[in-house]
């Protein structure tokens, strides 16, 4: 289920912006500040995105879950896309001719030692092959250079109804 | 990012339908099987649904990480409606009218002991007070009787822009 | 962060058990029913467990999230072995010598259509190759019969300091 | 289940250490670099944590899903208290007297407004009351300043066995 609502929100009389009598005692949000490094750096032929384990990504075994890495290749490959100037919000409003969106069509992965909380991850991206309508992304999540896990993904870009369509030419150019 | 692509996908050579050579060593799979029991039953006033605790649920400190029961009780809450005939796609449709969807405003949640690996939880669902736009809702997480976890949640009906409405009277009569 | 706290929790004066006043309002928990397919079920040479969507399964595009798959196909990985006899819990607690685990080793994934809100996915698991310390297990998500996603998924059994071992002999006889 | 092996894993000749030829094509990892804001900032009174909104945070309503806010909460206590000098891991293995961790045992929330994919977020945490066994944090979720979630989470310290302890002193005195 979503959660809040939608702007504005201001004409509903027996819906109080405040119904909760604890949110009264929150003190005034800071100013939001600058983050340089949030959507990590792009490096020689790729992209690095840092990543810290938390509890969220553990699980009773005492590592890291392994559906956990998937979030984490997704964000790198998110950043790495991002810093090329392609936004996902972007591409689904039709900044690159129509609708258009990626989707992954499939992975190889492979585990080779466990993370665990409070570590400091890099994942690394970068272009594999590139064809008509699909890209290779090659993958590691590494920590302190030493690799934990690698992975090769193929995304294809898809169009408004989720069929498959043609790189646009803007994205292809951005990638190099 | 999304996964697979969109019926239909039948008319691009340069993507064939198996284009992972292990896809061909995958058996056929079994035929769709009937499951009376997976969206709980309802029971005098409420609904149960059994929540099995999977490796994703926990944590490094061996028991099920505390967000995972918000996912138990949406599930709880999603397939209570489902039993009255709310379906979530239905309401997107316009089922009640036009497009609707819940959203959650708020929650109190008390976490009083953990459950851990192997679990079979039991999330019980029962309607509190019915505003015009609001329902809350009383729940439960418990194992074998023992109660885990309480939660008290309100929803809210909103339109496709995400703005507050009443609630549908068919919905309404469906919660008596 | 863990939720809740162990068993007992009876001495503690500054701890009252219910210290949320709206836990005071909760009903009292309906008696544990019973849940006979809550494991799914053996099968020919396999397993299949259903599955349903819901919300936290999805990510913005409208469809499932990818990495949801895996989690999905988890369940059902865990459930095989449940109805095997193979527990987790019961294999870290050294019900098969002493303490083991499964780690996943490598995972090939092809996802070829998409899932969508409310339906009933099924995983059918099948074991695969079988070596020294390592199990390939073959997994398809289907939705009425049509594959969705294809997925081979190699396990290795691990000591409880991490490192692979043999397949305990009692596990390899109940996979056949 | 868990992924990956911990070290070492040198004396297995059947397991070799890239199984998967696709891991050959791998490029090497790029060196370890700095991020000197990973874990936020500490501020006049309470921290600050940017929070990037990725796919896997939303549903297929089209913005966040309620229970990712609950990662995001925990990604930020956890942060100030790492800030602090009280780490999970340190926490765990004794560095506060013996085992020690931290359990939500309440949290009531407020969702006022939805986030969405691509934006950045910033998480507040403020402490609240600290009483013998227990931390009240407050905490908010921002963007551009403006609120969209409010929390008041009761946080107790548990031993290695889950039962509540007294806050350490020398924890006590680093929340001032």
């Not at 992304?137 to 995304?155: F, I, P, Y």
């Amino acid at each position: 289920m979503r959660a809040g609502r939608a702007d504005p929100f201001l004409n509903l009389p027996s819906l109080p912006s405040s119904p909760n009598p604890m949110a009264m005692t929150q003190p005034a949000p800071l100013p939001a500040a600058a983050w340089p490094d949030l959507a990590g750096r792009l490096v020689d032929g790729g992209h690095v995105l840092p990543v810290r384990v938390y509890y969220e990504d553990t699980d009773f075994s005492g590592v890291v879950y392994h559906a956990s890495y998937l979030r984490f290749l997704e964000r790198g490959r998110t950043d790495f896309l991002r810093l090329l100037g392609i936004g996902h919000a972007a591409m689904a409003a039709g900044a690159f001719g129509s609708a258009r969106a990626f989707a992954v069509r499939t992975m190889t992965l492979d585990f080779r030692r466990p993370a665990t909380i409070d570590d400091v991850l890099e994942v690394t991206t970068r272009r594999g092959d590139l064809s008509g309508a699909r890209i290779v992304l090659d993958q590691t999540v590494t920590r302190k250079g030493e690799v934990l896990v690698t992975a090769s993904v193929t995304v294809a870009v898809i169009d408004g109804a989720g069929r498959p369509c043609r790189l646009p030419a803007a994205i292809r150019e951005r990638f190099g």
